[in-house]
C-alpha cells in the first residue's frame, strides 16, 4: 500500500489515462500471503492555452471516475461509441456535496449510472453489477465497504477515495477482502484527490457537510490544540487536492500569523514531501492547468485582514441571493406568493443557478440588482417576439397579403421554427424562473429597505463622511441582523469614516433595547484593539480606497414595466476595488505595499529554506499571470466578485476558493459566540421590533 500512489489494484482493471497525462506501472507485493499489488500513477498533464478551467477539470476527473470507457476515441467495430456499462453509484454526505454542482442527475444516466445511493443507507443485494464508490477515507466508511464485501452485495467494486487513503484502512480493506473471499470482486481502488468543491470555473470551497470545522468561528474560538489542528489539517488536504487538480506547484505566499501561515506551512511541508519522491509524483515540470509555462501563485489570506466585507449589504445579483435567500452549492431556494382573488398561497421553490447551462445566469450573476432587472424584462421580450415569429411561419401568404409563399419556402420556415422551439422554451423557463427570482429578492429589499443600508455601509467602508447618520437608517427600518450589520461595521471602520462613537453607543443602546445582542460590538472592538491601524487602509501610494461598487440615486429610466422600481434605488456602478483584490494585485506584480509588505514566502521545489520553510522574497522576478486565492475564515461572492472584475480588467487568471462561503448573518452569528453572547437577537423580540 503506496501511501502516496495515485490508484491501487487489487484485482485486473482497466484504467483510462486521459489525455496530456502520464502513467507509470510498478509491481509491488503488498503482503507476502496476500496478493501483488500493480500501483497505476496517473500524472495530471499540462495542457495547452484554452485549457479548461479547474472545474472543468474537476468534472472531467469524475466522469473518468464512473466510466473511463466513455471517450471520444473509443469506439467499437461499426464506428460508434460504446454502450456504457450499467452501474450503482454510492458516495457518502461529502461525495454527494463535490458531485452535486458537477455532474447533473440526467448525465449520471447517460455515463451508465441506473441507481445513486448514500453509503450509510440501507441498501439490498443486486446482481450482476459493477458499484462505484465514492468516499471520503475514514475508518466508519471504510466499515461499512467492508460490510457490503461481507454481504456480496454487488458482483464488482470500484472505489475512489476523495483523498490519498492512509496504509491502515487499506490494510483493513485488503484483510476484510481476503477474509470474505471477496478480493477478486474489487476490481480497482483509487485515491482521486477531488476533495473540494468547484462552485463555479473559477470558485472552490473546502466541504459543505460540517463546514462549521473550517469556520472562522472554528479557526478563531476557544478550540483545544487538538480541534484547531484538525481544522488545519482539513485545509491543508483539501488545498493539496486543488494543487493536484491544478498540475502545477505553486509559489505560496501568506499572511503572517494567524491560521494562514499554519496552513501555509502545513502545506509547504506537504508538498515537499511528496516531490521527494522518485516515484508516484504527482506532478511535473511544465506548463500549469491555464496553459502557461510560469508556476501560478497561491496566496493564502486570513480573513482578519477584512472583517468588514463578510457584514456589508450588496447589490449584485449572485450575492442578494446568497444573502437574502437560502443558497448553496448552486441552487438556490426562495417562498413564492400567489394570489388568487383573496386566497394568497406560498409555495415553497427550488432553482438551480449553473452558468454552464444558464446563459442568462453567467451573465449577469456579477451584475448590479437593477440593471438585472432590465435584462430579464428585455430578454422576455425577445422571447415572445420569436414565439410570434413562430406561430406565423406556418402562414400561407406573404405579409400585406402579397403573393403566396412556395410551399417549400413554407416548409423550410416550420423546420427551422421547429428545430429551434425546444432551446426558445427552455430559455423562456429560466428567464421566467429569472423573474420569480428577482422579484423575492425585490420584496426583501423593499421589506426591510437594504439600499438605505448599502448606500451607508458604501460612504463608511470608502472612508469618505456618510450623508446620513447612523441612527437615520438604523431606526428606520430592516431586520435586527441588518442593525446589527450596520453597527458592527461603524465600530470596525471607526473614525476613519468621520463617525462620532456617540452615534455608535446611540445606535448600540436602540439595538439593546430591541432586545439583541450585542456581542458582535464587542469583539469588533477587541478587533480593533487587536490589529494595526494600517491593515484596514489603503497601502498603495498613500491613495484613498475608492468606492467598493458605486452610488445610489434614484431612478428614473429603464426598459419595460416599473415592477422593480418601486421603493428601490439604482446603482451607478463604479469601479470595485476591495481589500483582497488590492492585495492580490500587488502579490501578483510583485509589489511591496502596507498590504503585502509582511506575507511570507515559500516555494516547495526550493532545497533550502528559512525557519517554518519560508524563503526571502526573490527580486526582479516577473509577474504572475495565473493564481488561486484561498481566504481562510470563509469568504463570500462579493469578494469572488472584485477577483473576477481584476482578472478580466488585467487579463489574469485567477481562482477563488474559502474555507466556506458565509452569508453574512452567519457570519455574524460567528462574532456573537466570540463576543460571549448566544445570538442575534434574544427570541423573536428584536425582529418584532425592527418592523414596528
Known sequence: GNNHGCAYSIASARVHVPPNHNISI??????????????????????????PSLRSKHADAIRSMINPTKQDEDIDDVGLPPEPQWKVLVYDQFGADILSPLVSVSELRSLGVTLYLQLHSKREHIP????????????????????????????????????CVP??????????????????TIERVFDMYSNFISIE??????????????????????????????SIETIVSALFCVVVSMGTVPIIRCSRDHAAQMIAEQLDKKLRAHLKLSRNNLFKDGMSVTGSFQRPLLAIVDRHVDISTMLHHTWTYQALAHDLLEYKLNRVAYDDAETKGETVTVKRKTFDLDSRVDRFWAANRGKPFPHVAEAVEHELAD???KEEQIRGAGGGAAEGGGAPVSLTDNTSKIRDAVSSL???????????AHMSLLVAVMDKIKARKLDDYYGLEEEMMSETQPTQRLMDVAGAGGSAADQLRLCTIAVLVGSGAGLKESDITACEEMLTKKGCDTAPLKYARELVKQRSRKSNRLAADGQQKESWMGNLVDSGVGLGGNWWKQGVKRLLPTSSVGVLTQIVEALMDFKSTDLTKDYLYFDPKQLRSGAGGASPVPKGRAPFDDAIVFMVGGGNFCEYQGLVEYAQRKNKNVTYGCSDLASAEEFLEHMTRLGGGGGVASGAAGDAAAKK
Not at 214 to 226: E, T
Open 26 to 51: 510498478e509491481l509491488q507485493q503488498y503482503h507476502s500471503h496476500v496478493v501483488l499489488q500493480m500501483v497505476l500513477v496517473i500524472h495530471p498533464g499540462m495542457g495547452p492555452p484554452g485549457t
Open 422 to 432: 425546444p432551446q426558445l422554451l427552455e430559455q423562456k423557463r429560466q428567464l421566467t
Open 167 to 184: 496504509s491502515e484502512l487499506l490494510e483493513q480493506l485488503a484483510m476484510s477482502a481476503l477474509s470474505s473471499s471477496t478480493s477478486t
Open 128 to 163: 450482476d453489477t459493477t458499484v462505484v464508490y465514492f468516499v471520503l477515507p475514514t475508518k466508519e466508511n471504510v466499515d461499512r465497504i467492508c460490510k457490503d464485501l461481507s454481504e456480496d452485495l454487488y458482483d464488482k467494486c470500484q472505489l475512489n477515495f476523495l483523498s
Open 201 to 230: 470555473d473559477d470558485l472552490f470551497i473546502m466541504q459543505q457537510h460540517h463546514r462549521e470545522q473550517v469556520s472562522y468561528l472554528a479557526l478563531n474560538g476557544p478550540a483545544s490544540d487538538a480541534e484547531m489542528m484538525q
Open 383 to 385: 422571447c415572445k417576439r
